[in-house]
């Protein structure tokens, strides 16, 4: 059975005066329907330009996808018109950004926007568009939703405003949400209320989500799947449980390290990962981690590491994965 995405060796390079960044180079992975993946990794590992380059949102010049497939229930989109992928965005797959005031018009009203993209791709009649907008704004929980749709962005609070970009989200039913670090600019307690939101609403309407995020709380919570990025590259990718329980790359346990947890004991130091990720503008012999990595061999300076079967739809680029198994089954 085709899934309803399918990313394959996807390569995203932008030109700059310092060189060439490989910002994406190689990236491989599925969404299913209904299924939240959520993909992980530190600010610069290529999250973000990931998914902009799935709705080919990145600007021309300076970035550009140079190879690989997006294929959307059977579709390559990269392949796609102009005209039928403007159809697809916003109808078929929907974005939630990262900061809603600078994704929303400062200088339209709450309900035009939402009401423009339901009339366009719905082909609603005005007076439709509004009563659906009235009930979307209720289903995300926005208080008086008559009142607000006359207001303009910077009438509400971080959190409504997100919740807004929610409800344009889901306006147009769509089968895919991509979630751009969608709580990075809300405090923790709001973070919270849309994390749940968003899964409450895509459980209830069978909407596949793919939420990029540096919070490996969020896709602990939230993920069925979890894709670990570094350095443009998926380096570890399995169930939330195998990410979490059974880690089989060293970047993958760093990052677990160096956040606390609440299954581990009171007063345990954090390990910060040490170093800095590598130039994107240079080519890069062997493992990309290797200078930060403590399981490091003189072949991860020679070769390059492929993604390797280590479970049951659990695999890792890493040469030493079995050394890093046993020493966390001794550790536990």
């Not at 809603?100 to 339209?108: A, D, F, Y």
């Not at 006359?150 to 970009?165: A, E, F, N, T």
């Not at 072949?299 to 390059?304: G, H, I, M, S, V």
């Amino acid at each position: 059975m085709t899934a309803l995405l399918e990313v394959e060796n996807l390569r995203t390079q932008f030109e700059t005066s310092a060189g060439t960044v490989r910002a994406v180079d190689g990236v491989s992975y599925t969404v299913e329907e209904g299924e939240t993946v959520g993909i992980v990794g530190e600010s610069g590992c290529g999250k973000s330009v990931g998914a902009l380059s799935v709705l080919r949102l990145i600007p021309h010049p300076p970035g550009r996808v140079v190879g690989g497939s997006i294929r959307f229930r059977g579709e390559d989109l990269l392949a796609m018109s102009d005209e039928k992928l403007h159809s697809v965005r916003g109808g078929q797959i929907s974005m939630v950004f990262q900061e809603p005031m600078t994704s929303l018009n400062p200088v339209l009203t709450i309900g035009l926007q939402l009401c423009e993209t339901m009339e366009f791709h719905l082909k609603l009649t005005p007076r439709q568009a509004r009563l659906r907008a009235l009930e979307l704004l209720g289903m995300v929980g926005i208080s008086e939703p008559g009142r607000r749709l006359d207001q303009y962005p910077h009438h509400l609070s971080g959190g409504m405003r997100q919740r807004v970009m929610i409800a344009l989200a889901m306006s147009c039913k769509p089968k895919l949400i991509i979630a751009d670090e969608p709580t990075t600019a809300l405090d923790v307690t709001i973070q919270a209320q849309i994390l749940e939101l968003m899964k409450d609403l895509t459980k209830r309407f069978g909407v596949a989500l793919i939420v990029i995020t540096h919070n490996l709380g969020v896709v602990a919570r939230y993920a069925d799947r979890v894709n670990v990025m570094y350095a443009g590259r998926i380096v570890e990718s399995g169930s939330a449980a195998d990410i979490y329980h059974r880690p089989m790359h060293p970047y993958t346990l760093g990052l677990l390290r160096s956040v606390p947890r609440m299954d581990r004991p009171r007063g345990e130091k954090l390990i910060p990962i040490e170093g800095q990720p590598p130039d994107l503008t240079r080519e890069i012999a062997g493992c990309a981690y290797r200078a930060r990595c403590s399981f490091a061999t003189e072949r991860c300076a020679r070769e390059d590491p492929v993604r390797e079967a280590v479970g049951p739809g659990h695999d890792s680029a890493c040469f030493e994965k079995d050394r890093l198994a046993r020493m966390l089954k001794v550790a536990s």
